[in-house]
Structure formats: C-alpha cells, structure tokens
C-alpha cells in the first residue's frame, strides 16, 4: 500500500515536493492489533503546524515517516476479538491506502447511521469542536449575536447553524467567496454574511452586517478578523479561539490586534478551544447533533478529492479556500 511521507520541512506555503508518496508492504496484523483498508482521509488546518519542528499541543510530523491523521476504513484483517472484517473503523492512521493499527486505537462507526465521510465532519472531531467551542467555550446563550469566521468551513458551518437552533438572535458569517456567502444566507440560514476577500476592510464589514454589535465571536482565522471583532464585541463579550489559520503559512510570527485595550473596557473573555478537552460532550453531541441532521435543520457539505494521489492536492487545496464544509480525500 502507498502512504505520504513528509519528506521536507515547509517554509512558508508547503509545495509539492515536501511530501513523498510512498510504497509500504502490506502484512498480516500482529495480536491485538487489526488491519484497515482505508475508504475516506481527513485533510485539516492543524497538520500545518504538524509540518514544523516545534513543541505544540500536538508532536510534529516525523521526516520520512508516514503520516497520520483522521480516516475512516473497513477491517480486512483482524488479530483482536473485538473487531470483525467488515467492521467499520475511525482512526488517527490516515494519509495512506492501508493502517496497520493497534486495536485499542480503533473506534467502531456505523454506516447504517450515518455516512462514513462524517465521522471525520459533522459527527467528527470538526463537528465537536464547532459544537462544544459554542456551548462551552463561549458560553452561548439564547438571544445573542454571533459572529462566525470561516463561516463555510467544516467547523464555522456547524457553529452558526448550531447558534441559530439553539435561539441565537443574529448570526453573521465571513467566507472568502460570493458562492460561499449564498450557501450560508440561502442554504444555512445565516442573517448575514460577507466575503473577506472583498476590497472593504473586515471590520466595515462586519459593522454593516452586525450594526448592533455581537455578543460571541468563533474565531477560526485571526488576524485582521480577530481585531475586528474585538472591536464589534459587546460589554462582557465572549469569544472562543480556535483556529488562526490566516497565519499558518506565514514564515514570521503574526502581529496581535491592536485594539486589546478593548478587551478590558469591555470586559471581554478570550478563551482557546482544543476539541480534546470536550471528549465528555461526544454522547451528547452525537445524539443531538444526528438528531438536527436527520430532521434535515443542519445541513453540511463535503469536498471531496479522489485518490491517494491527490491528498496533498486535497490538503493544499483546503489551505486555500478550495472546500465548502469539510474537506475529504475518498479512496473509494
Ligand atoms: P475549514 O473547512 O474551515 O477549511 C479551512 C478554510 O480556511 C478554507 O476553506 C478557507 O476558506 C479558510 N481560509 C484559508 N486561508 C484563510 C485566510 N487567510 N483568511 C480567512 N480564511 C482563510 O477547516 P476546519 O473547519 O477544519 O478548521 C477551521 C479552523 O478551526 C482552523 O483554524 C483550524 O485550525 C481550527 N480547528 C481547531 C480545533 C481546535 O481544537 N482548536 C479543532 C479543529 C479545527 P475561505 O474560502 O473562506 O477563505
């Protein structure tokens, strides 16, 4: 079977030749551990910052190893009692055509209940983060304004539709397309919405968009959105950061807002998300979550990019805005 290998440290943007696509042999499992054909590969921001050499919450890529990230597969061997061939399985062995994975590092999914490819969406880590970055994090109440970056993305689309369910007053988003901005007010039932990349500054924007102020803001890009909605928030504001991705390429570090005296004239709180604290939330969002999506209230949307070949392409491809919801590599 072929997995990618990181081959080169990214400076700045990662190219093509960072990455290596390389032939493994297949072998049978050892005891307690299970073979995996995989069918569907994640592809997400934070394997950027897996690409460089420093200490994070999560350890970096090792150079001319495999890579690994969220896949979805079907057992095709199996030398553990508890796993079947034919089971289906999520697991953290992804960027290749076969993981030879630990047993106790598999978790059973069913495709009778859902699409194999959401377990790595809308039921998956990305849908989690979305949901327990709202509810927890951000304290999210009845009634507020929220105001949600990379509205479009696999996360941001979760997190204003979860807002609107659950009572909030106005939700405004921000994507960096004008088909991106009809998707979130036609389809997902966002108030408004804007494209970033248009030539009015973000904080205009949201401003016309959000004239009376917003109460939470999601933040998955930093930045310029950031100091933006430092500036739009209201008197005991909160907003949950998850993500910074507008700096993840850049080669030097990124400039903080420059408006952080606001933070204390309006008693703000800024708070990190990391979906792994929030693992007790998983029954509860599945079961409310699979509920919204089978009575048709949250819709999603995956891209998908076929083939091994193409999961840098995919991962890239992401990195640029080239996704509407979650970003998929389907081997099958
Ligand atoms: P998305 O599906 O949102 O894909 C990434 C999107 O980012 C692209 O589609 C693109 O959309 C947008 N983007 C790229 N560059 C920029 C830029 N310079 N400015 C603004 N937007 C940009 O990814 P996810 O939903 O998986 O992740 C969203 C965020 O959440 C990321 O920051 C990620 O790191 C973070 N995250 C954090 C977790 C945690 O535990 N803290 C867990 C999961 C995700 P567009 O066309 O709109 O530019």
């Not at 420093?54 to 553990?80: H, R, W």
């Not at 539709?161 to 405004?172: D, E, F, I, P, S």
Request: charged share 25%.
């Amino acid at each position: 079977g072929r997995a990618w290998h990181l081959v080169r440290r990214p400076n700045g943007w990662p190219v093509p030749e960072d990455f290596a696509l390389v032939e493994t042999p297949v072998t049978e499992p050892a005891p307690g551990r299970v073979l995996v054909r995989n069918l569907y590969l994640s592809v997400d921001p934070y394997m950027r910052g897996r690409m460089n050499d420093v200490k994070s919450y999560v350890p970096p890529f090792q150079l001319d190893e495999p890579m690994t990230g969220g896949a979805v597969g079907e057992v095709i061997a199996s030398a553990d009692e508890r796993f079947a061939v034919g089971d289906h399985v999520l697991h953290d062995l992804g960027w290749r055509e076969y993981a030879d994975l630990k047993a106790d590092y598999a978790t059973k999914v069913s495709a009778e209940l859902a699409p194999l490819s959401t377990y790595l969406g809308v039921l998956g880590m990305p849908g989690l983060t979305a949901y327990a970055g709202l509810f927890e994090v951000a304290s999210f109440k009845e009634g507020d304004t929220v105001f949600v970056s990379g509205a479009a993305g696999a996360v941001g689309s979760q997190v204003g539709q979860m807002a609107k369910l659950r009572g909030a007053k106005r939700v405004v988003g921000s994507a960096g397309s004008a088909d991106k901005i009809k998707l979130l007010t036609e389809e997902y039932g966002f108030d408004a919405a804007f494209n970033y990349k248009d030539d009015a500054p973000v904080v205009e924007q949201l401003r016309e968009t959000a004239p009376e102020g917003i109460d939470v803001y999601f933040d998955n890009v930093g930045g310029e959105h950031l100091e933006a909605a430092i500036s739009s928030l209201t008197v005991h504001g909160r907003a949950t950061l998850c993500g910074a991705i507008s700096g993840y390429n850049e080669t030097e570090p990124v400039p903080g807002p420059r408006n952080m005296m606001a933070i204390i004239g309006k008693r703000l709180r800024l708070q990190g998300i990391l979906v792994a604290d929030h693992a007790d939330l998983q029954p509860k969002f599945v079961e409310e979550v699979s509920a919204w999506i089978r009575s048709g209230e949250l819709k999603y949307h995956e891209t998908t990019v076929e083939g091994i070949d193409h999961n840098v392409d995919a991962f890239l491809g992401m990195l640029r805005g080239e996704n509407t919801g979650k970003m998929i590599v389907s081997l099958v």
